[in-house]
């Protein structure tokens, strides 16, 4: 198998190399018509020591949040650990409303602009 990064080798305009590793989405009980969906890419072009980062369908607008939830670090060096903190992300502030006592929404999710 060829890895991207020799696909494009000999391209010095190309930056930020990345494949697909992973796609998968749920569904919340509560929230039967919004499906939440994640990318997780693999880097060739490592960020800081992390080879993993993942993008998200919608992001998390709860009544105990000041601004929607926008992930600030997306990223780590191991698959499972990034696929683990993309549903943790979304889903500690849909516990952390309901258990201050808010009915879940689907307005509560704004889907993301930039989802590829």
């Known amino acids: 198998m060829i890895e991207p990064a ?3 080798s000999g391209f010095t305009e190309i930056t930020q190399i990345r494949s697909l590793v992973r796609e998968f989405s749920f569904d919340l009980e509560a929230v039967p018509d919004v499906t ?3 990318k997780v890419w ?3 072009s490592v960020y800081h020591g992390d080879k993993y980062t993942y993008t998200v369908s919608h992001h998390i607008h709860t009544p105990i949040q000041l601004d929607p939830y926008h992930p600030s670090t997306p ?3 191991d698959e499972v650990w990034v696929t683990r ?3 943790t992300d979304i889903m500690r502030f849909y516990s952390d409303a309901i258990k201050a006592g808010h009915n879940p929404s689907a307005a509560w ?3 993301s602009t930039n989802f590829d």
Request: aromatic content about 16%; charged content about 35%; hydrophobic content about 50%.
């Open 6 to 8: 020799e696909l494009v």
């Open 36 to 38: 939440i969906r994640f």
């Open 42 to 44: 693999k880097s060739h």
């Open 75 to 77: 990223f780590g060096d």
């Open 85 to 87: 903190r993309a549903v």
């Open 109 to 111: 999710f704004i889907e």
